[in-house]
């Protein structure tokens, strides 16, 4: 990957609690085998009313999505990850967060971003009333900037690094391959195998 | 003496391979189940790194998302797509499938624990959200992204933060009609859908030891509906008795090796969690979905609540949404919400108890000419127990379609969709909007519930039938 340090983008205000990874991405436009092509079926069901967020001509081409509590809650599908990021979103911002979306969004570079629930709200009404709103998340100084104010945000060191090195994350746990042969030496005998092992 | 540590803490510590870097640690996983709707991509990655599945030994692969549950043959083509791939991936990588048809074929988190593969203390991933389900077992079990999928199978890890732990104490004794499914409604509505977020839970209190392990897995499966990363229980005699018979469980000596090792899988006194939550089991009755999460629950007996009642502005906007996407009035009774479709299957209930308790209420009975009823067992293994038992019988004779296994109507992304403004009583999962069907509106219910409503036409309870 190439290396992420920072991004900057008109905010896209979504003001729900609880939205869940089959209203992010219903699960009929999950069934392709690439990690591309999931645009179409981002926000499906919602964008169908004309008011929608993602409908709004003034707001076209925002990149930093903001959204209420419990972004994202429900389905592992990455699917939800890849749309975004197929859509040209680059950024979410939310007071939380389903835990394994925002290692999936980590872990393909969409700047999932924990903020208290008073900057989030702040930030809603500030694109409420400007359509245009940027704001910068910069993963160097680990803190969201607008114009008017700044707020610090915590990140798993591990992803920030790979993601501000551009570096491969298995790449990066192979390297460590010597400490997981010794552990394995060490598993208890009984545990269950699979397959071709267990016949033989 | 070493420090007193929880359930989780020790399958943590016993799992942790120390990095050489300055990284955090790697957790190692015992098991790995695959299926087909989120590993092509995985695949993928390996192959364009040129890297290798490290131990196929320890993966298992199911096909259960996108298969057919009314065919031994599959039509749709994208599932042929989606399946046709799992198949090469599996074939090439030397990894075990069940596929559609097979015998042992069945959602992956109803196959894994009923061959004995899930034992106590281990870990366990899979590219599902509902791996919760083998927390049960006393394993640490949750479920991770497709990048994720790739990791464990190039290495066999995880780097993860040490999730928080959350003690949730169930006190008194759980009434004779009410089940592990309504339990885990009542603490989704007393603590959140977001309740648990960031935290693995312990189930804890003689409520749940009186439980059989098909119960403690809908209990564990529904952690996730709360945000908790992982949900477990404590092994103990039930979840001995339950692997004795299993065909993958150690045998010989290696059974008495693990059993001096599961004994010592439980949280010792004076260990301490980030968090206890205590809910009283005495007073619950069967327990219904309003909403469109599954914390917008209320007890069967009651009404569709106001709106206005919630505290917080961001939960009324919510009960707002949901009211008008399920159409329903608030003072509305429970008892008086009609449904089209009862769906009984699913991870969540799709187990051989889950088809007793159905079966137990159907017998007899008949399903409401306006109800169109599915079963869908849990696995080809959990099919053939009922036909044994001739609960298929039972519900054919009612007028319910017996169908093949698989996750079915659970989550509409096979053939079993809704179509129209479906209302569905459903033994499921997730009650989100457009779930089950486009604009299908799904209420969660128990086993025994989704039986007397199939037979009532509206929410009913076994004891509300004449």
Redesign the interface.
């Known amino acids: 990957m190439e290396p992420l340090t920072e991004h900057t983008g008109r905010v896209l205000p979504l003001r729900?609690?609880?939205v869940?990874t089959?209203?992010i991405i219903?699960?009929?436009f999950?069934?392709r085998?690439?990690?591309t092509g999931y645009a179409d079926g981002l926000f499906a069901?919602w964008r169908e009313a004309d008011d929608f967020v993602l409908n709004d001509p003034a707001r076209a081409g925002g990149s930093v999505l903001v959204a209420?509590?419990?972004f994202a809650?429900?389905?592992?599908?990455?699917h939800a990850?890849w749309a975004l990021r197929d859509w040209g979103i680059a950024a979410v911002l939310a007071p939380?967060f389903?835990?394994?979306?925002r290692?999936?969004a980590l872990?393909?570079g969409l700047l999932a971003v924990q903020l208290p629930d008073a900057v989030v709200s702040g930030l809603l009404d500030a694109a409420d009333r400007d359509p245009g709103f940027p704001v910068t998340v910069d993963l160097v100084a680990c803190e969201v900037r607008w114009d008017g104010g700044r707020q610090a945000f915590e990140v798993?060191?591990?992803a920030r690094?790979l993601l501000l090195d551009g570096q491969?994350?298995?790449a990066?746990?192979?390297?460590?391959?010597?400490?997981?042969t010794a552990?394995?030496r060490g598993?208890?005998?009984?545990?269950?195998?699979?397959?071709?092992?267990?016949a033989g | 003496m070493s420090e007193p540590r929880t359930l989780f803490q020790k399958i943590w510590d016993s799992h942790r391979v120390p990095s050489g870097s300055d990284g955090p640690d790697l957790l190692y996983i015992d098991a790995h189940l695959v299926h087909e709707a989120t590993s092509a991509q995985a695949f993928d990655g390996l192959r364009l790194t040129g890297r290798a599945v490290r131990r196929p030994d320890l993966t298992l692969a199911v096909e259960d998302h996108n298969v057919p549950t009314d065919s031994l043959s599959i039509s749709d083509p994208i599932s042929v797509e989606q399946v046709t791939r799992l198949r090469s991936n599996c074939a090439e990588h030397g990894i075990e499938l069940f596929r559609h048809g097979d015998a042992q074929q069945g959602i992956v988190h109803v196959v894994g624990p009923e061959l004995g593969a899930i034992q106590p203390g281990m870990t366990v991933v899979c590219g599902d959200s509902h791996t919760s389900t083998h927390g049960a077992f006393g394993a640490l079990a949750f479920g991770v992204g497709t990048s994720d999928v790739e990791h464990v199978l190039a290495t066999q890890t995880l780097s993860m933060p040490r999730p928080r732990t959350m003690a949730v104490e169930f006190t008194g004794a759980l009434p004779p009609d009410v089940t592990a499914k309504d339990l885990m409604l009542a603490l989704l509505t007393e603590i959140g859908a977001n309740g648990a977020h960031g935290h693995v839970l312990e189930y804890r209190g003689a409520a749940i030891r009186g439980l059989s392990m098909e119960s403690r897995m809908t209990l564990c499966n529904l952690s996730i509906e709360a945000g908790a990363r992982a949900g477990m229980v404590a092994p103990d005699e039930v979840t001995v008795e339950y692997l004795a018979t299993r065909p993958r469980r150690p045998t010989g000596s290696d059974w008495d090796d693990a059993l001096a090792y599961w004994s010592g899988l439980h949280t010792d006194p004076g260990a301490t969690f980030d968090r206890t939550v205590t809910l009283g089991v005495d007073a619950l009755s069967p327990v219904v979905t309003w909403g469109t999460n599954p914390g917008q629950a209320v007890p069967l007996s009651q009404a569709v609540p106001d709106p206005a009642q919630f505290s917080d502005a961001a939960e009324q906007a919510a009960a707002r949404r949901a009211l008008e996407y399920m159409a329903l009035e608030p003072g509305t009774r429970m008892r008086d919400i009609e449904v089209d479709t009862v769906f009984l299957g699913s991870c969540t209930n799709g187990r051989i108890e889950d088809l007793r308790a159905a079966a137990a209420v159907l017998r007899g009975r008949k399903v409401a000419p306006s109800v169109r009823m599915l079963v869908v067992p849990g696995s080809m293994q959990v099919r053939a127990d009922a036909e044994r038992e001739g609960l298929h019988d039972v519900f054919l004779a009612a007028g319910a379609e017996w169908r093949l296994s698989g996750c079915s109507m659970c989550l509409g992304m096979n053939a079993d969709r809704l179509s129209g403004p479906s209302r569905c009583a459903s033994t499921s999962n997730r009650n989100y909007e457009g779930r089950q069907g486009d604009t299908a509106r799904t209420h969660l219910v128990s086993p025994a519930v989704a039986a007397a409503t199939a037979v009532a036409g509206r929410l009913a309870a076994p004891a509300d039938l004449s």
């Open positions: 729900r609690s609880d869940d089959d209203q219903p699960s009929r999950c069934r085998l690439t990690k069901r209420g509590p419990n809650t429900g389905s592992s599908r990455e990850v939380s389903g835990d394994i979306f290692r999936n872990k393909n798993d060191p591990r690094r491969d994350d298995i990066v746990t192979l390297a460590d391959g010597d400490g997981i552990y394995e598993r208890p005998h009984w545990l269950p195998v699979f397959g071709a092992a267990r």
